[in-house]
């Protein structure tokens, strides 16, 4: 295992205080409120990583939230769907399967534009939060089979004798193993293994007459493949492990990860068998990932800054606004710009989101209940001086201009 | 919001006060100088309230769990403390202090930015202990800017207004000018033109309001003539005469009625002008004929316009805005081709006058499968001078809708409609349904999504034109058909509410509200119901809800109606 994934051990000059405490609330979480970062800075980093990644066990608010799904549904709305998954983000106490469902649905970006089943997308969605933090394998064989995937990559017309090579391809460039793995060999006889996979009746449906059950050769291996086989050949290859390493180290620790590194955690990944639960508790409690280098460096998405914020102010979220705000922001939940989902990082500040951002969360976060300094250290831990935001503090402004000025702070769309 | 009613109910449901004796009329009004913008007087609010208070309906609201529980809540005790601090003051409760203060007449005019004067006829004596009381105890100072003479009394500044207090008179002005003209009676009353015909016009009233437009009509005229012909169609002789007005009234009676009930009306008047535009008169006026139906079980409003769509087209040129006209074009075009008739030959000669929506309560099997948003069902009904004539192409329409629908759903993945054609009753309806939901659809849902609320119909009942957004609704208008319906009285257009049958959609819909608000206001669970139900109990106390507007020939008015009464 590379240096740079043993485990955190924090010193004198690197301590697990305050400020490491929140840098970890805010990548692995949607950040945390002064009170929760200040419970786990009490920890021990191997604690801490391990009581965010397992989650606490009853929460009382998304059981609130899951008792309204089938009334989010039932409305057919999309935002409303939008606003539902915003709130979970935002209120549910297992913060990392909120945060990694959010990287699976840009990994897996699908959206609703084409899809134009809100229901499909709800489905899907659900997906990235059952199996987020299992393993890949298990959520891999799953979003193949499911109706929004396959209406997006159009594998409803992926038939024998005339293979539609969309999802073949994503498969291998998008999902598993990244560019300069494979060749347009294996695209078509991987393709030909999904001929057949379906929907019929709104859920998956295997054509066995549509199937090509001939022989295939992907990725050097030969034989009859169906789809599972194609997925597990790719799972074998040792650049899946790197790629997914590499998109994880991207969204999670710094946009120009390592190579090394990702290589490295890439191999533990196929050692635990793509357990992404175990991955993240490596990932999380590493070196490289409590490193000062890798702290307070990257944008955050429009997600990131205005659920963070809600977090670090404990306002109440109204998700109606709140949605269409993060459109003018630039990320559209249910709606990835492409089947590469979201570019992230610099990609997210341009002349026209920075004023979106700053004029939007004003009216997000209009009541405040917790003070500007533990709001401020809750978001900003170390990196804006106490100094600064006592000084913001006497200037007399009310709470909701105080926040406004906080969150218009260029560190504070900074994780 | 419901901290601002429960204060509100408090504020006003303390023990009544003792009756207070008679005294003659005070002038209030002679106090104003002229040249007011706008101007309000509230005549006898306080033996009003006193009476709602002692009613049923008063005692029902002071004995609902959401009062008792504000009661013995920290700013409930708060207040109660200020009670017994103003009652030692006085020697009054809430109550009597209000009578005693704004329990008369009281009016308060405004001549421009900032530019207020409050006049009042009060008790002078409980007015002097409260600015006693409020110097002694609560540090307010009382500065004196006139000292008292022979044109009038002392004049006080406190705080930033200019006070003063002539027996029973009580002033108050943010400009010490217009205090000193109220202090020496020297403005010339209220004489305006405009004010005295709002007050002809609007009537007797417990509150009286006059705007003076004059002022404000480049802002009112900006919006210009309506958009489209919906937007004509709907607003009606309102969007022409309102920019055009000199000014406005309006008037807000509380009374009590039969069966315990009390009755609250709203009206705002404008004037027409002497000569009203024919196209106008043509196109928006008369007044509605009783409603040829009964009303069906469940109904939870009707909305009825008295409009000649014929005029309106004939007119449009000086009814509608020059970009509305550009797609009325298109519009009848598509109207030709989709409906196999001329719009303006074969259709507007054809039709009449009215146009009627109607919604109503669904009730739906016990037991079978819901939608986990129930939505109310409507009709819109229109009446046709020769139905016979349209039977077939009605067909016709029909079929070419739901095709449209059809094919667009076939391009999206959505759900088709399927069509059926029945007698009923001796009516030829013609209905469409969604097929059952698909398996997967249902997984993990146990209502149905929301396209089952819907079975569009359509039929011609009589000589009305009645389109449905369910089969269930479009039936039991044919049935009713023939029944003689609510009569409204000289009315132009109207919408009446049955709040109860409203409360009952609400009451099936609780649980998208509660999302609702989980969503939107960023509640819990817990909170969230205990919102909705508070609003929905609330709910109870109005017993019926109507916006109607009306012409004479001197002005155009609107009326709000609201009867309330108490909950057992």
Not at chain 1, 124 to 130: G, H, P
Not at chain 1, 163 to 173: F, M, V
Not at chain 2, 323 to 333: D, I, K, Q
Request: charged share 25%.
């Amino acid at each position: 295992m590379h240096s740079e994934l043993k485990p955190f051990t924090p010193s004198r000059a690197h301590p697990f205080d305050f400020g490491a405490a929140g840098h970890l609330w805010q990548r692995a979480a949607f950040g945390g409120s002064f009170d929760a970062i200040t419970e786990t800075a009490a920890r021990s980093p191997r604690e801490a990583v391990a009581a965010l990644v397992d989650g606490p066990g009853d929460d009382p608010e998304e059981r609130g939230l899951d008792s309204i799904w089938e009334a989010v549904l039932g409305g057919g709305d999309a935002d409303g769907l939008r606003a539902w998954l915003i709130a979970r983000q935002a209120r549910c106490a297992h913060q990392v399967r909120e945060k990694i469902a959010l990287f699976w649905h840009s990994h897996f970006a699908t959206s609703l534009l084409k899809v134009r089943k809100v229901d499909w997308m709800a489905r899907q969605y659900r997906l990235f939060l059952r199996h987020g933090l299992g393993t890949f394998e298990t959520l891999l064989r799953a979003v193949t089979r499911d109706p929004a995937m396959i209406r997006w990559l159009d594998n409803e017309t992926n038939a024998k004798g005339h293979a539609n090579e969309n999802y073949g391809r994503e498969l291998l460039e998008l999902f598993t193993l990244g560019d300069g793995n494979y060749t347009e060999k294996d695209i078509k006889e991987a393709s030909r293994a999904f001929t057949g996979w379906h929907i019929l009746n709104d859920r998956y449906h295997f054509s066995k007459t549509l199937h090509d059950a001939g022989v295939k050769t992907v990725l050097g291996k030969t034989g009859p493949f169906g789809g599972d086989d194609v997925i597990r050949i790719a799972l074998d290859q040792e650049a899946c492990g790197r790629f997914l390493a590499t998109k994880l180290l991207r969204f999670f620790v710094t946009p120009k990860p390592d190579a090394e590194v990702a290589a490295s955690l890439g191999k533990e990944m196929r050692r635990n068998g793509y357990h992404l639960s175990a991955t993240l508790k490596l990932l999380f409690g590493s070196r490289y990932f409590f490193d000062r280098k890798n702290r307070g460096g990257m944008i955050k998405s429009p997600i990131e800054y205005v659920v963070g914020a809600a977090r670090a102010f404990q306002v109440k979220l109204d998700g109606g606004a709140a949605v269409p705000a993060l459109r003018h922001m630039g990320q559209d939940l249910l709606a990835p710009p492409n089947v590469a989902g979201w570019p992230g990082h610099n990609e997210w500040i341009n002349t026209a989101s920075w004023l979106a951002r700053v004029n939007g969360i004003r009216n997000l976060v209009t009541s405040p209940s917790v003070s500007l300094t533990q709001a401020g250290r809750a978001l900003l831990g170390d990196r804006v001086p106490q100094t600064e935001i006592d000084r913001l503090q006497k200037s007399g402004a009310s709470k909701r201009d105080l926040a406004h000025a906080l969150l218009a702070l260029p560190e504070a769309h900074m994780s | 919001m419901r901290t601002a009613l429960v204060l509100s109910l408090v504020l006003f449901l303390p023990t009544l006060a003792r009756a207070e004796p008679a005294e003659a009329a005070v002038d209030i009004r002679g106090r104003f100088p002229e040249g007011v913008v706008a101007y309000v007087e509230a005549d006898g609010l306080g033996d009003k309230v006193a009476a709602l208070l002692a009613s049923p309906l008063g005692q029902s609201i002071k004995s609902h769990p959401a009062v008792q529980a504000f009661h013995k809540s920290a700013p409930g005790l708060q207040l109660q403390m200020g009670q017994m601090f103003l009652r030692g003051a006085t020697g009054r409760d809430l109550l009597g202090i209000f009578k005693a203060v704004a329990g008369r007449r009281v009016g308060a005019a405004l001549y421009g930015k900032k530019k207020v004067l409050l006049v009042a006829h009060v008790e002078g004596e409980i007015v002097q202990r409260l600015l006693k009381a409020a110097e002694t105890m609560g540090g307010m100072e009382r500065k004196t800017v006139v000292a008292k003479d022979d044109r009038g009394p002392a004049l006080w500044k406190i705080g930033p207004a200019f006070v003063g207090l002539d027996g029973n008179v009580l002033f108050a002005s943010s400009v010490q000018a217009l205090a000193e003209s109220a202090r020496t009676r020297s403005g010339g009353g209220l004489k305006t033109d405009g004010l005295q015909a709002a007050r002809a016009q609007v009537g007797a009233a417990d509150l009286f309001g006059y705007v003076d437009l004059k002022p404000f009509r480049a802002m009112l005229q900006q919006g210009g003539k309506p958009k489209d012909l919906g937007q004509a169609f709907f607003l009606g002789a309102f969007a022409h005469y309102v920019p055009k007005a000199d000014w406005a009234g309006f008037g807000l009676s509380l009374k009590p009625q039969e069966g315990d009930m009390w009755g609250l009306s709203a009206r705002g008047v404008v004037p027409l002008p002497g000569d009203p535009q024919q196209a106008v008169v043509k196109s928006f006026g008369g007044t509605l004929k009783p409603l040829p139906f009964k009303l069906p079980a469940e109904t939870i409003g009707v909305l009825r316009f008295k409009r000649n769509l014929a005029a309106l087209w004939e007119n449009r040129d000086d009814l509608i805005d020059e970009r509305g006209l550009a797609g009325l074009v298109e519009f009848e075009t598509n109207f030709s081709n989709l409906t196999y008739m001329s719009f303006v030959e074969e259709f507007l000669p054809n039709v009449g006058d009215e146009l009627i929506l109607l919604g109503t309560r669904r009730t739906w099997k016990a037991g079978a499968p819901v939608p986990a948003v129930k939505l109310p069902q409507g009709a819109l009904l229109w009446p046709l001078k020769d139905g016979k004539k349209f039977a077939l192409k009605l067909q016709l329409t029909f079929n070419s809708l739901i095709g449209i629908l059809n094919l667009q759903a076939g391009q999206e993945g959505a759900n088709p409609l399927l069509m059926q054609s029945m007698e009923y009753n001796g009516t030829m309806i013609h209905t469409s349904r969604y097929l059952p939901a698909k398996a997967g659809e249902m997984d993990g849902r146990k209502n149905l999504p929301l396209r089952f609320n819907f079975t569009p119909s359509v039929a011609i009942i009589g000589d009305y034109l009645v389109l449905s957004s369910t089969s269930e609704l479009l039936k039991s208008l044919v049935d009713l058909h023939g029944g003689a319906g609510p009569a409204p009285d000289r009315i132009n257009s109207g919408l009446w509410l049955e709040p109860a049958a409203l409360r009952e959609v609400l009451k099936d819909n609780r649980e998208p509200l509660i999302a609702n608000s989980m969503l939107k206001e960023g509640d819990t669970r817990a909170e969230a119901e205990q919102k909705i139900d508070f609003a929905l109990d609330a709910g109870r106390y109005l017993r019926s809800l109507s916006v109607t507007a009306d012409e004479s020939r001197a002005a155009l008015g609107a009326t709000i109606k609201a009867v309330f009464g108490p909950t057992k």
